[in-house]
């Protein structure tokens, strides 16, 4: 009997381990119309001292001096700012909890092909770190499967639900494909020989498993079996699905634009660490770039300390658009600061926050968020102080559809705990 009470424990305590217990907002009841805020917009550029009003969860009217209508909520915001909320891409928010577990992490699959995979089959909705990130802004997340080549298709999720139903904004919003590693051994010539050897085989293993997923494609009439995974890259042909390429390497992104030229494929690059080595290409072909090292390091010897820190205000500047990501789970908290970083190094303030907010939604095909405006969902953030600003940001409320959402957190009760601590 002992044995079996402490295999029931284990068994159970993983589980509730990975389960918060915020209840997710309740649906708007009456018209909000918050007064006096500076509005950030991600388009319209700043508008100091306006109001804003929402109703049944969309954006009603922003303006000076708005009319309350009956029956309102009224809230006075002056000296606060006012952000559409954040939008996390190349995330795996609610599939990884704690990487060093690896019972609690769902974001890969084996096998190099899988574009039949959809990464919210395996979503937490209740993960415990998805209120940690709420409590920096972060209203929406894209799920990303992590692989070695095609590795599923990504999903956008509002991050308060309580399930996947309830949080699902839009199934399908790319296939993600992990380029082949560039870099070669320099030290033995045997090893140098047999990974260039081995990165021709994946790069030629690659390139048939698009050309046969077009075949099939081209041939598919209704009448033969159906190919689970060259059927899910149809849409990709169709121009109906997007193609998230993830590469750093300048070597890496030429290879991959050879490809998105050849069958003209809808295409954004992840990474980008050399994007801004191969900038032309990347406008002429109108791919953008989801730039993910906004507080990286050099990766050469001979480049500048804060050479990571400028790619964006270069490549800003170079006609390419851009986005910012910040990989990961928890680590996902910090978006906002890297795009405060950015701008410190040269971004200009309305590109940054387009970058993590609009732009982001566009990517996806979500074209009712990202934006302070009349028509989008009234998902925004309310800071005390410049939400891209470390030292300034504190985000007081986050609504989602004009659902309020509870920032409590892990992170904040257990701040309060040990401040106690005699």
């Known amino acids: 009997m002992r044995v079996l009470t402490l295999m029931l424990a284990l068994l159970v305590s993983p589980i509730t381990a990975q389960a918060h217990d915020i209840l997710p907002g309740p649906a708007q009841s009456q018209p909000v119309l918050l007064k006096g805020a500076t509005i950030h917009t991600a388009e319209q550029g700043v508008l100091p001292q306006a109001d804003l009003l929402f109703v049944d969860g969309v954006i009603q009217a922003i303006g000076v001096d708005l009319p309350a209508p009956e029956g309102a909520r009224v809230a006075d915001l002056s000296g606060h700012h006012l952000y559409p909320a954040l939008i996390a891409l190349?995330?795996?928010?609610?599939?990884?909890?704690?990487?060093?577990?690896?019972?609690?992490?769902?974001?890969?699959?084996?096998?190099?092909?899988?574009?039949?995979?959809?990464?919210?089959?395996?979503?937490?909705?209740?993960?415990?770190?998805?209120?940690?990130?709420?409590?920096n802004g972060i209203g929406y997340a894209q799920l990303v499967p992590q692989g070695n080549r095609l590795a599923g298709r990504s999903a956008l999720v509002g991050l308060d639900g309580w399930n996947l139903g309830d949080a699902l904004v839009r199934q399908d919003t790319g296939l993600h494909l992990y380029w082949p590693e560039a870099g070669l051994?320099?030290?033995?010539?045997?090893?140098?020989?047999?990974?260039?050897?081995?990165?021709?085989?994946?790069l030629d293993a690659l390139w048939?498993?698009?050309?046969s997923a077009y075949r099939y494609h081209l041939a598919q009439d209704g009448s033969r079996p159906v190919d689970t995974r060259w059927h899910a890259m149809g849409p990709l042909f169709e121009g109906d699905l997007t193609l998230f390429i993830h590469a750093d390497d300048q070597r890496q992104i030429e290879q991959a634009l050879d490809l998105v030229e050849r069958y003209r494929f809808k295409a954004v690059l992840v990474g980008g660490y050399d994007a801004l080595r191969v900038a032309p290409r990347l406008t002429q072909l109108a791919v953008p770039v989801v730039y993910t090292h906004a507080n990286g390091l050099p990766r050469r010897a001979d480049e500048?300390?804060?050479?990571?820190?400028?790619?964006?205000?270069?490549?800003?500047?170079?006609?390419?658009?851009?986005?910012?990501?910040?990989?990961?789970?928890?680590?996902s908290r910090n978006l906002a600061f890297a795009a405060g970083q950015a701008v410190a190094y040269g971004l200009p303030r309305e590109a940054a926050l387009a970058a993590i907010s609009r732009v982001p939604a566009q990517l996806m095909g979500a074209e009712d968020l990202g934006d302070l405006a009349v028509g989008q969902r009234a998902s925004l953030v309310i800071s005390k102080g410049d939400l891209l600003d470390m030292a300034e940001a504190d985000v007081i409320a986050l609504y989602l559809d004009g659902r309020p959402v509870d920032l409590d957190n892990r992170h904040e009760r257990l701040y309060q705990k040990y401040r106690q601590r005699q």
């Open 304 to 331: 500048a300390y804060d050479h990571a820190f400028a790619q964006p205000a270069l490549l800003h500047q170079a006609g390419v658009t851009l986005a910012l990501a910040w990989t990961g789970s928890w680590d």
């Open 90 to 135: 190349d995330s795996q928010l609610g599939l990884r909890e704690i990487g060093m577990v690896r019972s609690t992490v769902d974001s890969y699959e084996v096998g190099d092909h899988n574009p039949q995979l959809r990464a919210t089959v395996a979503f937490n909705a209740d993960s415990e770190v998805i209120p940690t990130v709420r409590r």
């Open 185 to 202: 051994p320099q030290r033995d010539p045997d090893d140098r020989d047999e990974a260039i050897q081995a990165r021709t085989e994946q």
């Open 208 to 211: 048939q498993s698009f050309e």
